[in-house]
DNA sequence: GAATCACGCATTTTT
DNA sequence: TGCGTGATTC
């Protein structure tokens, strides 16, 4: 029944052992973290802790999840994880408004604002409460400067050179909150500064948190930010049972207010905790190591590791030049094959990684002309697309009138007679009652003369949905209320190419099946719960987080949805993974394609990517980060690839290889050049004859 | 108030 | 390349 540690290394050991007092474990890329925090808890429970008294923060659900899994599966019986909390920050600080919300002014079901909302508000208040045009500013800039503003991490710096930006979130923060407090809705940072707040500001409700939470276990401490450390010094008090895993060579979100200090000063916020270092790799071949170890070596300032392996070197690592972009792609698709029928190593073990999304798109061309199947993850996701954006503010409006953002931004998609003057004296209207413009439009208001009427309409349907979507039956309602508003139609009419209407129908078709899904998984939920009531065993062993935690039925799908956009992957069989580096963080396959080896790239410039790399402009050492973790899920073979040459907005633009490549040891390398055609293998060479011939049959068709 | 067309724009990473 | 936005016209 005891926890088998001998499995473990030493310090993996110390660092399951060590359950007192501040830790900081460094876990070098696939040093066995994740099996290190689950034998942690487990030994944790095994020491007669009580479940109820460990907390383990992530930042996503899936690894929120993952966590919850490897945890179930080592303790084995069931009964002894519940009472466990597994979660992440957002979802933690999300719990504790729930609980606190009456104090706070905020209904009980608040709406949470992602980040599009946000620019909608922004938007809004721009126009309307500082009379400017959004035009001026980039929105998303804005917002996150907001965002910064709040987490008192961006002091106001007259002079700088975005002075104005400045200005302007000095102007909107606080038209901005009472925004957010109408609605009766909070943003993400919300879900992190307000529980920080109400915790600080009330002592026995602080007392109660340290009291349940006697554990504290973080991971991936290295992405955490300002808000979050106080939070976790906050909760650990004079205990300080606080164990935090990461990586400072893994930390890839400083964009996001994310602060490697925290992982690199942990020792003097926390003086006398214990440092123990995983530099065994259980993962890559010794030459993938060697390699990465080369480029991240070069960071002056980090907790110094050196990942090692038993493992052999393994093949070398290759690095790729081809002439351009597309024959770069081409070059990863045609290896991809070689290397599924040489080498058997199965699509799903094959990843083609970049910097950014925009570069996706050769790589998808070239293997669709291969038939090798693959998935792209993250880029725009299907819940950027407007329609399916309108659809779920549709649901969302339904649910919760009050919910200003989404209802205006429906209230006339379909254009249905209500327009921009209605709404803005439908807004007026509202300000002199002293009402909300739900209450207006539900309450009729004749001052509206023509428009009246519509409005009546449109308050209709959406009380008649708000009543069938907020019980079971809410998938069928959904999908009702779509062929209602005609929201298909509309979607045919305003596509201008046949494909684009496709797409948008499949966008919301895609919703729709995904909500008939999540109704269904409720009712088994509902019903496994019925059985192991009974005593029996259920076929899933770890619960996800349950309905207390989000609420039920179309809300509870909509709030998961607020706090975790990428909703199921839906792991689509077999076949080849394309993501972005950030994407790729935490993951590993036997074969990746690094791609796009290039000053400007990778390291990102920033703006243009026009080859010379301004200097400060960028953060260097996290591009080189990225490159490292990039490197760093490969397990046996690692190619790196760039193009001489590279496509963009229709001028071919020459490209300097990445500065990266210069500090992997040559000996380390085998290298290929696409561009000199005696280096080609003989099968590029072919295909680039036949592109060649083919361009020019295309160039005498059509001169 | 709605539909159509044309222009012009901008492309990093997202819990 | 595609998209969104704006001006124009009905």
């Keep these: 029944m005891a926890l088998d540690l001998s499995q473990l290394n030493p310090q993996q050991r110390a660092a399951v052992l060590q359950t007192e007092g501040p830790v900081l474990v460094l876990a070098g890329a696939g040093s066995g973290k994740t099996r290190v925090i689950a034998h942690r808890v487990v030994h944790l429970l095994d020491k007669g802790v009580p479940a109820r008294s460990v907390l383990a923060v992530t930042f996503t659900n899936k690894a929120a999840q993952e966590m919850r899994d490897r945890i179930a599966r080592l303790a084995g019986d069931r009964a002894r994880v519940k009472g466990l909390t597994v979660s992440t920050f957002h979802a933690f600080g999300m719990r504790l ?48 400067l907001l965002s910064r503003r709040k987490m008192g991490t961006a002091p106001g710096q007259p002079g700088a050179p975005d002075h104005e930006y400045e200005l302007c979130a000095t102007e909107l923060l606080p038209r901005y909150q009472l925004g957010l407090r109408a609605m009766g809705a909070v943003d993400f940072d919300d879900l992190l500064l307000v529980p920080l707040k109400l915790l600080r500001a009330d002592a026995q409700l602080l007392e109660s948190y340290r009291n349940r939470h006697r554990y504290l276990l973080v991971d991936e401490y290295q992405d955490t930010n300002e808000t979050q450390l106080q939070l976790l010094e906050l909760l650990a008090g004079m205990r300080r049972n606080l164990c935090v895993v990461g990586d400072d060579d893994q930390s890839i979100y400083a964009w996001r207010g994310a602060q490697v200090r925290n992982i690199l000063q942990f020792d003097k916020r926390f003086p006398g ?86 570069q996706a798109r050769p790589f998808e061309e070239a293997l669709r002309l291969l038939g090798v199947r693959y998935r792209v993850v993250g880029g725009t996701s299907m819940f950027d697309r407007k329609e399916v954006r309108d659809l779920l503010a549709y649901l969302r409006a339904a649910l919760n009138p009050s919910d200003e953002i989404s209802l205006l931004r429906i209230v006339n998609v379909p254009a249905r007679g209500i327009g921009d003057q209605t709404v803005a004296r439908a807004q007026e209207l509202a300000r002199g009652r002293g009402a909300t413009v739900w209450e207006v439009f539900s309450q009729g208001a004749p001052e509206l003369s023509h428009a009246a009427e519509r409005i009546a309409q449109f308050a209709q ?57 999540y109704e269904k998984r409720e009712e088994q939920r509902v019903s496994d719960l019925r059985l192991s009531g009974l005593g029996l065993q259920t076929s899933n062993l770890s619960d996800s987080p349950a309905d207390e935690e989000f609420g039920s039925g179309l809300l509870g799908y909509l709030t998961r949805l607020a706090l975790d956009s990428k909703e199921a992957d839906g792991d689509a069989g077999d076949s080849v993974t394309l993501m972005t580096l950030h994407g790729a963080k935490g993951l590993e396959w036997r074969c990746v394609f690094l791609c796009g080896l290039e000053e400007g790239l990778l390291p990102h410039s920033g703006k243009g990517f026009d080859g010379e790399t301004v200097e400060g402009a960028i953060n260097l050492e996290e591009e080189r980060r990225l490159c490292y973790v990039g490197m760093t899920r490969a397990r046996e073979r690692l190619v790196l690839t760039r193009a001489a040459q590279r496509i963009r907005r229709g001028k071919a633009m020459m490209r300097t290889p990445s500065r990266f490549l210069e500090d992997i040891p040559a000996e380390l390398l085998d290298t290929v050049d696409l561009g000199s055609p005696q280096a080609a293998p003989k099968e590029v060479q072919e295909a680039k004859a036949k592109n060649f011939f083919a361009n020019m049959d295309a160039l005498l068709k059509d001169p």
Excluded at 461 to 479: C, D, I
Excluded at 484 to 510: K, N, T, Y
Aim: aromatic share 6%; charged share 30%; net charge positive.
């Design 97 to 144: 408004l729930r609980e606190q919300h009456a104090r706070l002014g905020l209904p009980a079901r608040f709406a949470i604002l992602d980040a599009g909302d946000q620019v909608a508000l922004v938007k809004r208040l721009l126009r309307e409460s500082l009379q400017i045009d959004d035009k001026r500013f980039d929105l998303p800039r804005v917002v996150s």
């Design 461 to 517: 349907l959406v009380e008649k949905y708000g009543q069938r979507l907020s019980g079971p039956g809410f998938s069928a309602a959904a999908r009702d209320l779509v062929d209602e508003v005609g929201l298909f139609d509309e979607a045919r009419r305003s596509s201008q190419s046949l494909p684009a209407q496709a797409r948008r129908i499949e966008a919301m078709e895609s919703l729709l099946r995904q909500l008939i899904d």
């Design 273 to 358: 905790c214990a440092e123990i270092f995983l530099e065994q790799n259980y993962r890559s071949s010794a030459n993938i190591l060697d390699a990465a170890n080369a480029v991240i070596g070069k960071n002056p300032a980090r907790k110094a590791k050196r990942l090692w392996t038993d493992r052999g070197r393994g093949p070398p690592l290759r690095v790729v030049c081809a002439p351009d972009d597309e024959a770069e792609a081409k070059y990863v698709a045609d290896e991809i094959v070689r290397v599924s029928y040489e080498e058997k190593i199965p699509p799903r073990e094959i990843a083609v990684l970049y910097r950014t999304n925009a």
